[in-house]
Nanobody
Framework: QVKLVESGGGLVQPGGSLRLSCAASGIIFSIDAMGWYRQAPGKERESVAGITRGGSTNYADSVKGRFTISRDNAKNTVYLQMNSLKPEDTAVYSC????????????????????WGQGTQVTVSS
């Protein structure tokens, strides 16, 4: 299976910035799409931003103009640059990878269509 690990979360004041990273581990040949999701206490998980292997992006209306998603295909890593952070951005942020072409430990070529990370906490507060 493909493993994803997020990093970069923390405590920041309103108006500040953070950059989240999510790296996929394993012998990976390609990843079709990667995205960021977040879940605040008492709320359902929502999509934040997504990016295809070719670089096409989409964003939730609440973060447009403030967040930027990018990826480094050579490193199998997706990033989320978060600027002008607001208290309502406080949540656990998780990344997802879809259509991961990888090699198993026995040398078989397979695809993973739903890999998730454990999440990283982002808290925006004075």
């Amino acid at each position: 299976q493909v493993k994803l690990v997020e990093s970069g979360g923390g405590l920041v004041q309103p108006g500040g910035s953070l950059r989240l990273s999510c790296a996929a581990s394993g012998i990976i040949f390609s990843i079709d799409a990667m995205g960021w999701y977040r879940q605040a206490p008492g709320k359902e998980r929502e999509s934040v931003a997504g990016i295809t292997r070719g670089g096409s992006t989409n964003y939730a209306d609440s973060v447009k103009g403030r967040f930027t998603i990018s990826r480094d295909n050579a490193k199998n890593t997706v990033y989320l640059q978060m600027n002008s952070l607001k208290p309502e951005d406080t949540a656990v942020y998780s990344c997802n990878a879809d259509g991961v072409q990888y090699q198993t430990r026995w040398g078989a070529l397979q695809r993973d269509f739903g890999a998730w990370g454990q999440g990283t906490q982002v808290t925006v507060s004075s």
